[in-house]
């Protein structure tokens, strides 16, 4: 293809992909399938490497996050981002229009309701369409700038979706995990045995903060809108205006909101509130009623840290009541025993609740919970069901203790429990339980991703000894593929399709074997960051304890878990017998070694007036990538100012301290060889396009 008709080819693919974005997380209503969308992507991914001058910071392709951050920035809000104050019953609701009343001289005001999403404050702001940052409530006043890590969430539009944008758009909403995106990321933390989130909000605080943006993409956060900062070249008079001005700019907002006349028809919004919650994809701790009409609002104004013309309603945390009919315990593939509560079914939160989660032995005993007992339930993050405490006040005195368990109930051996954690463990290695979990493990769409391996499979092959090992689906011989076939429920069809599905794995990056061998504290980030700096599998199973210390995020209780495992004696045979099968163990896409230190590593830069031929967003991302510290303000501490046209205050500063000034030219001059972080010597080239493909 030539260069005008790739030019053309990328223009349209990427307003298609921006516009099947916006049906999927701004309309919900898509109008194409993953695989074609995906069709697509790939397209536009290719050509982008084919003509590398024609990717832009804002393609689509751009929102997998490509470079690691070494910090945030703290920037001013334009407006101030304010909290809202509380009420928690009718009556304070309408003591609080009764004051606005009162401030205003007016007997009634109409009013604006809307969800409490329980997600992370943000701040977004367009300049001529543009998004240029994305920042955190902060202190109400600074935020942290969290634009790489924004840039990665789909249903946000790099560009407002119209052709005459304002000069300056700010908007503000709420960053959340979508309730099944949370119990899927629980799911892939338990399968690595890592601690699950808490709940929603706390996973996507977290999420928001990482300094690698590929992992923040993957983990897939969204956004919703409802509030406005600065706004300059388009007026808004009204909330139900903004809304609708949102919309029309492609801005995800919230599902449901309501209009109401006066207060008594806000009351009856929050009962509907309350009502729907269930239904929404986000978690809500409440309702907010805010004063309709901007010009109202202006007039009520503020308090030290809250406006006088909103409010939130709060609910109170959803409990049941119900009866433990007895603890089960279940074994997972690590050897940990985990008590779960077997209750009456109660209804809850929209659902009907028959389990509920005891954590360990410890908590079960710290908060005496026996079978027979009366217990109240929530559901924490109104995800997960948990036991809160025991109605001792209840007790017949039929109620059992539960006793920690002695034996593993999969397998009958002694447990084990360890003075440096709470969990109880069964330590033999052949306990069917076990075996069953670590092979659904190792087959799971996170790991190895092996079709037709799900829970009954599993059971089957484990139950009647076909296989014991991960190992074993690989040297299945060809008279236990035909037994295979005569078992109750399988046929020609399935054992074929299993067969190819094995086969078909051994294909896989070895990261994903590397997850799904199931060590402990490795999950799928770490294991894709482990094969990528060791090269491969073999130099790090040679790894010391100190040299993985070397990789990102490996601390000594990890390493010493990967070297525990790979010295095991089993856990050896297993691997050269999955070597021996055909499962690769090199790495093909390893990084190069790290280049020499670059003049900006560990530098503190600021950043002023109008740069020539690049922005001031993209040279920041540029210096974080190279390991400088991007600051607001000039001082003693600071090493460089990067200062272009209309610098002011700043740049007097500078020159009053003595600190070294660059403009874009000398700036862009000192940047490493291909603006490689770490790199060292003076660029050869300063393409531009080059240098943004970097931000």
Same mark, same amino acid.
């Given at each position: 293809m030539n260069r005008p008709d790739a030019e053309r080819r990328i223009a349209e693919l990427r307003r298609q992909l921006e516009s099947h974005n916006h049906r999927y997380y701004v309309l919900a209503a898509p109008e194409i399938t993953d695989q074609e969308y995906d069709r697509l992507y790939h397209e536009l991914a290719e050509l982008e490497q084919h003509f590398p001058d024609l990717a832009t910071p804002d393609s689509p392709t751009r929102r997998v996050g490509n470079d690691l951050l070494t910090g945030f920035v703290t920037r001013r809000h334009a407006v101030p981002m304010m909290s809202l104050d509380n009420t928690y019953n009718e009556t304070e609701l309408r003591e609080f229009d009764r004051r606005a009343c009162d401030l205003l001289g007016v007997p009634a005001l109409a009013y604006s309701v809307e969800p409490k999403i329980d997600g992370v404050s943000i701040s977004l702001r367009y300049e001529h369409g543009r998004l240029v940052h994305a920042l955190t409530r902060g202190n109400g006043t600074e935020g942290d700038d969290v634009t790489a890590n924004v840039r990665t969430i789909a249903g946000v539009p790099l560009n407002l979706r119209t052709p005459h944008p304002p000069a300056v758009w700010e908007v503000r909403g709420e960053v959340y995990l979508a309730r099944r995106r949370f119990l899927e990321l629980n799911a892939e933390r338990a399968a690595a045995d890592e601690a699950p989130f808490a709940n929603a909000r706390n996973a996507a605080a977290g999420t928001l903060k990482l300094f690698n943006p590929r992992e923040v993409a993957r983990r897939r956060l969204q956004a919703v809108f409802y509030g406005c900062g600065e706004i300059s070249g388009a007026t808004v008079s009204s909330q139900a205006e903004l809304f609708a001005q949102l919309r029309e700019l492609g801005l995800p907002t919230p599902t449901l909101t309501w209009q109401a006349a006066e207060i008594g028809g806000a009351w009856a919004a929050i009962q509907e509130v309350a009502e729907k919650r269930h239904a929404l994809p986000y978690d809500t701790d409440g309702a907010v009623v805010k004063v309709n009409d901007f010009a109202r609002r202006a007039a009520l104004g503020a308090t030290a840290k809250a406006p006088r013309w909103a409010i939130a309603y709060k609910f109170a945390a959803e409990k049941a009541v119900t009866r433990l009919r007895q603890v089960t315990v279940q074994v997972g593939r690590t050897g940990a025993l985990t008590p779960v509560a077997e209750l009456e079914p109660v209804s809850l939160a929209g659902s009907t609740i028959s389990r509920a989660t005891l954590h360990n032995f410890e908590e079960l005993a710290r908060k005496d919970i026996r079978t027979g007992d009366w217990v109240e339930i929530e559901k924490a993050g109104e995800v997960i069901p948990a036991v809160v405490r025991v109605l001792t006040e209840r007790r017949t005195g039929d109620e059992r203790p539960v006793p920690r368990?002695?034996?593993?109930?999969?397998?009958? %051996?002694?447990?084990?429990?360890?003075?440096?954690?709470?969990?109880?463990?069964?330590?033999?290695?052949?306990?069917?339980?076990?075996?069953?979990?670590?092979?659904?493990h190792f087959a799971s769409r996170g790991a190895m991703d092996i079709e037709n391996l799900g829970e009954a499979m599993v059971n089957l092959l484990v139950d009647q000894r076909f296989v014991s090992t991960p190992a074993d689906l690989y040297e299945l011989a060809p008279a236990a593929w035909e037994r295979l076939k005569t078992c109750e429920g399988l046929g020609d069809k399935s054992v074929a399709n299993l067969m190819a599905a094995v086969d078909r794995s051994k294909a896989n990056p070895p990261w994903r074997l590397l997850f799904g061998l199931g060590i402990r504290h490795v999950g799928t980030r770490l294991a894709q960051t482990l094969t990528a700096h060791f090269g491969g599998l073999d130099p790090l199973f040679a790894a010391s304890v100190e040299e993985l210390q070397k990789a990102e995020d490996v601390g000594p209780v990890v390493a010493e878990s990967i070297v525990a495992y790979?010295?095991?004696?089993?856990?050896?045979?297993? #691997?050269?017998?999955?070597?021996?099968? +055909?499962?690769?163990?090199?790495?093909?896409?390893?990084?190069?070694?790290?280049?020499?230190?670059?003049?900006?590593?560990? %530098?503190?830069?600021?950043?002023?007036?109008? #740069?020539? +031929?690049?922005?001031?967003?993209?040279?920041?991302?540029? #210096?974080?990538?190279?390991?400088?510290?991007?600051?607001?303000?000039?001082?003693? %501490?600071?090493?460089?100012?990067?200062?272009?046209?209309?610098?002011?205050? %700043?740049?007097?500063?500078?020159?009053?301290?003595?600190?070294?000034?660059?403009?874009?030219?000398?700036?862009?001059?000192?940047?490493?060889?291909?603006?490689?972080?770490?790199?060292?010597?003076?660029?050869?080239?300063?393409?531009?396009n080059d240098l943004r493909d970097l931000v």
């Open positions: 368990p002695e034996q593993c109930p999969a397998c009958g %051996k002694p447990v084990r429990a360890t003075d440096d954690e709470v969990a109880v463990r069964c330590v033999n290695p052949a306990c069917p339980a076990q075996l069953k979990e670590r092979l659904r790979f010295m095991d004696a089993q856990n050896r045979t297993q #691997l050269e017998r999955l070597r021996h099968a +055909g499962l690769g163990f090199a790495d093909t896409a390893a990084p190069a070694a790290p280049p020499p230190p670059n003049p900006f590593q560990g %530098k503190t830069c600021v950043l002023t007036g109008v #740069l020539e +031929g690049i922005t001031r967003d993209e040279a920041a991302a540029l #210096l974080r990538r190279l390991g400088a510290r991007v600051t607001d303000s000039v001082s003693k %501490k600071t090493d460089f100012v990067i200062a272009g046209d209309q610098a002011g205050s %700043k740049l007097d500063k500078a020159r009053t301290l003595g600190v070294e000034i660059l403009d874009a030219a000398a700036f862009l001059a000192r940047l490493p060889a291909g603006g490689e972080a770490g790199g060292g010597g003076e660029t050869e080239t300063k393409d531009l």
